[in-house]
């Protein structure tokens, strides 16, 4: 299937603020769209609706997605996504059912702390490999591009790709940077 017939029934940010950008999913289809993750465990923090989900399905084995309110809706949306599984529960403060993953959609809390928190956590996880992180609202929110531009000072991760959006183009709102990126977790030899 191809990007343009999954994005038919999903509604672009313009239309529901509280979703990525139909770009933002162009993008990360088309980096992500490649046999060498096919066979890869997405997890998702912060999956709200489930409308970024959908897309993910189509690249990967297998997609977790984690929300703290209305799971039943994202769960109906992808009902027909047999690879697709949601837990509702706040990821903060809760013990969570998994401790595999590749790649991780960090969009959960939009805050400082909580970014870095999903970072770590995800950096935590077992993977088969180096591990991808998929951020949203880099270019939005101060709060969120400080902490990954943080995370790669620090030489936890490094920038591969900016998605979406960016600071020239007419958005929902005024963009400091590209509306999300994708990295790649740093593996450093001491």
Known sequence: MNIHDILKNIPDKFQHSTTTSHKFKIDLFEFFNKEEFKNKECVEWGSNLGYTTRVLSFLFKNVTGFNKFEVDKAEAFNADRPNVKYYGQDIYN????INQGDIFLVDAEHTYHAV?????????FKSNGKK???YDDYGAYPDIKKAI???IEYNKIEIIKKIGYSP???FTR???DYEGVICMEKWTNL
Do not use: K, V
């Open 174 to 176: 005024t963009l400091y």
């Open 94 to 97: 809760t013990t969570l059912p």
């Open 132 to 134: 991808y992180f998929i």
């Open 116 to 124: 870095i928190e999903d970072t770590s956590r995800s950096l935590e």
């Open 149 to 151: 531009d943080d995370l």
């Open 168 to 170: 020239e183009e007419n």
